[in-house]
């Protein structure tokens, strides 16, 4: 059952959700925004596959499995970087309202999965999702993708329904397969892909006279994103890099000199 779902606002989107009664949407702690008074809020730590409305645990054997479960995946979530706790919310007797929103200004997208393909977001995406889809984490490496020898922590998302991101700046679409199969962009600009795009890091240029002063000098670091395959890639136009700096520069913080944080100064 699709999720009745509308995003509104500009520079800061906001996601406004209609429940049907006895439908249920979780979002990550501190995603919440409003709801209605007829519309409960429960704080769990389990996520939707484990504890949630879809199964039940009888018996010391099912009680254990149940709080192992629970525990792997707070594990999961807090060596991410992920809040350890998931909310809740249930319309009852009635239809009801839930409002939801990101924490940096930008767009918010909803994505439909039909239970075909995973859709893989970076960390801190999520927003919120219908109870039938399930939340995980996907820790993956160097050799998932191109080459880069570097690891990344990824949110996944499986299972039938909706679930609403979140990023920075504006989004825009594209499908490796139109640019030749391959694109390289800014890490950080990454917001989320279809399963069967290959995401990895790769070193920018190499150990050369250009790959250093493209490392040094053009604000990209030593790494960038290359996605490969077929399918829908959603890319967000501001990182959080650059509007940390961006907000330290302007409250008269570290003085970043014409080679950016490798040569930066700190006054006071």
Avoid at 13 to 37: I, N, S
Avoid at 181 to 196: L, N, Q, S
Wanted: proline share 2%; hydrophobic share 40%.
């Amino acid at each position: 059952m699709t999720l009745r779902q509308e995003i509104v606002g500009n520079a800061m989107q906001m996601a406004v959700v209609r429940l049907r009664p006895g439908q249920t949407v979780y979002c990550e702690a501190g995603k919440f925004l409003f709801k209605t008074a007829n519309v409960t809020m429960e704080t769990r730590l389990s996520g939707p596959s484990n504890g949630g409305a879809r199964q039940s645990a009888s018996g010391a054997g099912g009680l254990l499995r149940q709080a192992m479960g629970t525990a792997m995946q707070v594990g999961q979530r807090v060596l991410a970087g992920e809040s350890p706790a998931l909310q809740y919310f249930t319309a009852q007797g009635d239809e009801g309202t839930v409002g939801f929103a990101g924490v940096l200004p930008g767009e918010m997208r909803a994505l439909e999965l039909d239970g075909t393909r995973a859709w893989f977001a970076e960390k801190d995406a999520f927003v919120a999702a219908e109870s039938t889809v399930d939340f995980g984490i996907a820790f993956q490496g160097g050799r998932t993708g191109t080459s880069g020898g570097e690891g990344f922590v990824l949110e996944k998302f499986t299972g039938h329904g909706t679930v609403i991101i979140a990023g920075a700046g504006n989004f825009i679409d594209l499908d490796p397969a139109d640019f030749g199969g391959r694109i390289e962009v800014d890490t950080g600009c990454v917001v989320a892909f279809e399963e069967g795009i290959r995401y990895g890091v790769q070193r920018v240029g190499g150990l050369n006279r250009q790959g250093l002063m493209n490392a040094v000098f053009g604000g990209e670091g030593l790494s960038l994103a290359a996605l490969e395959g077929q399918g829908r890639v959603i890319l967000q136009s501001l990182t959080i890099e650059s509007l940390a700096n961006a907000l330290k520069k302007a409250q008269g913080g570290d003085k970043q000199g014409p080679a950016g944080g490798l040569f930066s100064t700190h006054a006071g």
